[in-house]
């Protein structure tokens, strides 16, 4: 089984930036997908963020378009959540996922998860 480690996180003004990472093991069919979900404190969980690492696909929440950006350094076996323009409402457990493909993954069927890392928004 894969195994994930994040790095990052932390806290920040609004309008502020931060980046996560999150190494992988390795890379199999089984984290073809790789993705960050966040939960905030009361509420379900939800995919924020997913990538492939032959590059094919993409998703990202509507609420983060154009703020977060994913992407991946497959000789590292790492991906990334670049977070840019932060708002109070992005404060949550971060969290990184490994599943088959995104669509099973941003449902949640995930194959490996990270420990989860915090991220607070807050002036």
């Known amino acids: 089984q894969v195994r994930l480690v994040e790095s990052g996180g932390g806290s920040v003004q609004p309008g502020g930036s931060l980046r996560l990472s999150c190494a992988a093991s390795g890379r199999s069919a089984s984290n073809a997908a790789m993705g960050w979900f966040r939960q905030a404190p009361g509420k379900e969980r939800q995919p924020v963020a997913a990538i492939t690492w032959s590059g094919d696909g993409l998703f990202y929440k509507d609420s983060v378009k154009g703020r977060f950006t994913i992407s991946r350094d497959n000789a590292k076996n790492t991906v990334y959540l670049q977070m840019n323009s932060l708002k109070p409402e992005d404060t949550a457990v971060y969290y990184c996922?490994?599943?088959?493909?995104?669509?099973?993954?941003?449902?949640?069927?995930?194959?490996?998860w990270g420990q989860g890392t915090q991220v607070t928004v807050s002036s």
């Open positions: 996922a490994a599943g088959t493909t995104i669509p099973l993954l941003v449902q949640g069927d995930s194959t490996a």
